[in-house]
């Protein structure tokens, strides 16, 4: 009876202590949290992928409750539509950066741009461009290794055997820019979605003059200034022999796509053109 | 027993077929590519543009900073353009061409081939000499010579070491230099002791060449505080850590300057270019390329001027092989495959090197056995294994204390390992991203 | 001429290579091989087999079947386990018993941490270990060299050196009349001894050694520093007490110390990287190893001592790194010529 006593006891006596020093830890230790953060936390999109430039949703949702103004914060992932969200349970006011998705600037597929040697060393972008400027003439364009497609955490790249290119699927990509750092030719770069997916962009990174350019690869942006004389909203600046869309100030005319010499400008996700065709239905008849 | 380093080391085949190949001079190209950058530090500045007249050793472009170097035309004729062609680094950067016409040299320029003994510059003036004169280390590194004379406040320079250890496979052209020019090279020497203000001189050779140890020897007898230090085969002794430590024993810290220990090195092809600089008032601008390769006609060492094309050196030495699979700007361990044939030759080339198909591809890479040999052949005592696996998943932090930076590239590691694994391509790659991280820091703490 | 290979220097190989290496062990393996042959004959060849063709079929089924990846066999590093696993086993031992080695051996051993280069202890040793254990009555039969070599399931058994004494020991018996009982040091040297195929010879597992260090393919750190260290832990407890224990030349000749220090501690991807690294790891594979034969119950304890300072290996990688250039003192001695 005794034995059965004493055990009680110690366990009663033990399990006593512990209540004790746990009730004195947890006040003692007690670290105050927002319960703002948690909230915020909700409303992210928990998919940790570090866009937003803080190690995962939770810290951003700490930066988010502590910061005074927020406008210049952005979660890439769910873009404006989540920062107004977040700005309305923090009484905050949210930016109104648009939704993002990455695209490729480069169209040096192997048609385009003739292969001049061959790269035998680490199947790596950045060991190759620290080496020198690629199997081809253009020293700007996709060097093929796809460190891209395996710093996409998402799936949301692939390389294209036939092109040698890298392609993003849009559906995938959430926009958390990690292609962009892994890119050592800075050729994928992260643009607004635009209304009903549609983009126009320079599909080139090529700096050198024009016919170097051309000569290396025939559909290179070759600074020949067509598509900033004739954009009507100002929406291109040329630089270093390359043109740049601003995709804030496109209004999608595509007016530059048709005006391209080589094609290096592309159109993405708009329906065909109707007006080439009935040009060439007249041809035809004619 | 030799001297040598203490740490790992390898010893690649030889194959120094042209070594008994006297320079040859090489005719002058009808256009000729300068590039503005041949050297560590910040480019040139062009002087000249397009339809102007210049002579040869004219300077053309000059040393825009303390770091950098003036560059001269090697060539008499008129100036083309100024274009980005593609040079031994691979990309596209500028290079003025120069359309050759006859060979018209500079006035005060002494051509003649009487070696001229009695140095009579002081030490300021063969510095600031050798500046203008446009000098870089021509042992394949190219950093500008001027500097390394300069020793940083407060400390001094003991002795001066000349690295005459040629220990890449195939290069010859130090080789040559030591036996047919010995006499300038040492001429070279002394200006340089006058300019470190030392007392003492050690030339290291490698055993390999015991006809340039003996010649060497032989005429630097009366010459005082000059020696010859015959040194054990044993690649990367060129290395400037390697080849101090193998002569004098001492270890130069990590991160830190040879002149942290009192040496200072430069190549034995560097002291002949400052005899010239000096006693016969002639800049830099040609230089002893050796062309080799097995399958190579007629291996040889060129006099060569900056500028000329690679494939007019191939053609001298019998053509491209129908077999050639690689083309490297330097030597096997440390050159750089060129793209094309077309790259200038530079201040920095050292050697021209044509592999045959069957020696150019890599063998497949396989996963790493854990053997050590790379920890064991590394001559900085590193793991580069280790730094492989950090540079491949992008920790940088650790790199850095694993020492990426100590690292010189000399590419034992990537020889030596039995899987095939690129070790090197990814400790360079460490190297760069952990440097830069470095450099950034410094810059925010200022 | 097509087009021209650009890659990163260097632009040269060694010609080095995972299959160069582990056929050199092969190879230097023959000779210990040759030596059961000699001493156990149809026993030896029987086992030796076996085990090297279960090793191979488990890691192709497991690399083609499991991982789908291409089949690594021709590599010869199952080839190696296959062998080595043989070399400590007794001749004796049933098909079934070497099958099921050879299994845990590549299956545990190897293959469940990524194959090779990946795993953390020596897989012949997983396998040894695994079946001292589980079978220990047929593990620790020895048949009795020479006399048995026609014979395999029904060899005459003995005992091995190591057992002799250990049971001596424990029943009382002073050393000097164990001694008496134990083959020669003449006879250790050659291998008349019991023990298991590869351990007994010691003479051809010295050629052996020489065979890897001449080659290159390991180097002296490992098998020195464990060989050595055994000499001297050992020699100072036998000038402590010479009726308890025994000679450091007894301890080097019996049992599977040589083997072991040469061929399973110097395992590339379960020994560390470091120089100084290897001399710590060797020298707790000497010390452990005697400290086991003299106080542990088992009479062996090399087999033991290797598993458990594989265990340290990471630990020793972390900690012990290479000696960098330039961590000698700045200042050195004045130039003096």
Partial sequence: MNVVLLTILTLVGLGVISAVVLYMASKKFYVFEDTRIDVVEEILPATNCGGCGFPGCRAFAEALVKADDISSMNCPVGSSATMAKVAEALGKVAGNAKPQVAVVRCNGTCEHRLKLNNYDGAISCAVAAALYGGETGCSYGCLGCGDCVEACKYDAMYMDEETGLPVIIEDKCIACGKCVEACPKNIIEMRNIGPKSRRIFVSCVNKDKGPVAKKSCEVACIGCNKCFKICPHDAITMADNLAYIDDDACKLCRKCVEVCPTFSIHELNFPPRKKKAEEEAAAVES | MLKTFSLGGIHPEENKLSADCEIEVLPLSPVVKVPISQHIGAPAQALVKKGDIVKTGQVIAKSSGFVSANIHSPVSGTVEKLEEVIDSSGYRRTAIIIKSEGDEWEEGIDRSPEIKREISSGKEEIIKRIAEAGIVGLGGATFPSHVKLSPPPGQKCELLIINGVECEPYLTGDHRLMLEKGEEVLIGVQLLMKALDVKRAIIGIENNKPDAIKHITNLSKDIEGISVQPLKVQYPQGGEKQLIEACIGRQVPSGKLPIEVGAVVHNVGTSYAIYEAIQKNKPLIERVVTVTGKSVKKPGNYLTRIGTPVSDLIEAAGGLPEDTGKVISGGPMMGKALSTVDVPVAKGTSGVLIMPDELSSRKPVQDCIRCAKCVSVCSMGLSPYLLMALSERAIWDSAEEEKVLDCIECGSCSYICPSSRPLLDYIRLGKSKVGQIVRSRTTQQQ | ?337
């Fill in chain 3, 1 to 337: 001429m097509e087009k021209l290979i650009v890659s990163p220097s260097p632009h040269v190989h060694s010609g080095d290579s995972v299959k160069k290496n582990m056929y050199g062990v092969i190879i230097a393996l023959l000779p210990a091989l040759a030596a059961s042959f000699w001493f156990f004959g149809l026993g030896a060849l029987i086992v030796t087999l076996t085990s090297i063709a279960a090793c191979l079929l488990f890691e192709h089924l497991i690399q083609v079947y499991l991982f789908k990846r291409p089949s690594t066999i021709s590599d010869g590093s199952a080839i190696v386990t296959g062998l080595l696993l043989a070399m400590n086993l007794p001749s004796n031992l049933p098909l079934g018993i070497i099958i099921i080695g050879a299994a845990v051996a590549i299956g545990i051993g190897k293959m469940s941490f990524g194959g090779l280069g990946q795993n953390p202890f020596n897989p012949a040793l997983v396998g040894r270990v695994f079946l001292l254990i589980s079978f220990p009555a047929q593990m620790t039969s020895w048949p009795t060299p020479i006399i048995s070599r026609t014979a395999y399931l029904d060899a005459t058994t003995g005992a091995t050196p190591l057992s002799v004494v250990k049971g001596g020991l424990i029943s009382g018996t002073p050393l000097s009349e164990l001694m008496a009982q134990i083959p020669s040091y003449k006879d250790m040297l050659i291998g008349t001894m019991g023990g298991s195929l590869g351990e007994v010879a010691a003479i051809a597992l010295l050629l052996g050694l020489a065979y890897l260090l001449i080659k290159k393919i390991i180097t002296w750190h490992i098998p020195v520093s464990v060989v050595g260290s055994v000499i001297i832990l050992a020699g100072i407890m036998h000038l402590a007490d010479p009726e308890v224990y025994p000679s450091p030349t007894f301890h080097v000749l019996s049992g599977g110390l040589l083997l072991g220090a040469f061929f399973m501690a110097t395992d590339y991807s379960s020994s560390p990287m470091a120089n100084k690294g290897m001399l710590t790891y060797g020298v707790g594979i000497g010390v452990l190893t005697v400290l086991i034969r003299t106080f542990g119950s088992y009479p062996e304890g090399v087999s033991f001592a290797i598993l458990i300072m594989n265990s340290f290996t990471p630990l020793i990688n972390k900690y012990i790194k290479p000696k960098r250039f330039g961590e000698k003192p700045a200042i050195q001695k004045a130039y003096k010529n």
